[in-house]
């Protein structure tokens, strides 16, 4: 079993940047690759961003180029830096890995970009 504890959610003005993190209870090299999902209030949740065990990354087109995917093997955390935001970007977002053919979520953090 996997617990996964993201954190970095908070309100900021549009323009403005935070990085979220997310911390896995087991090594990330284990895990063959993690994401990161957004869900706004009323919409169905939608991919951020991924990244896998090689370092591939991927990213939905409504955040290219202003978020950013990373992971540090050392303290088995992945981060979304998330740069020049807009209020479109307000959601809680979500930390997701598959492991062992069982996907497993975070419960969250919040993001709120004020116009």
Request: charge should be positive; hydrophobic fraction near 30%.
């Amino acid at each position: 079993q996997v617990q996964l504890v993201e954190s970095g959610g908070g309100l900021v003005q549009a323009g403005g940047s935070l990085r979220l993190s997310c911390a896995a209870s087991i090594s990330i090299f284990r895990i063959g690759a993690m994401g990161w999902y957004r869900q706004a209030p009323g919409k169905q949740r939608e991919l951020v961003a991924t990244i896998t065990s090689g370092g591939t990354t991927n990213y939905a087109d409504s955040v290219k180029g202003r978020f950013t995917i990373s992971r540090d093997g050392a303290t088995n955390t992945v981060y979304l830096q998330m740069n020049s935001l807009k209020p479109e970007d307000t959601s809680d977002y979500y930390c997701s890995v598959n492991y062992f053919s069982r996907t497993y979520w975070g419960k969250g953090t919040l993001v709120t970009v004020s116009s």
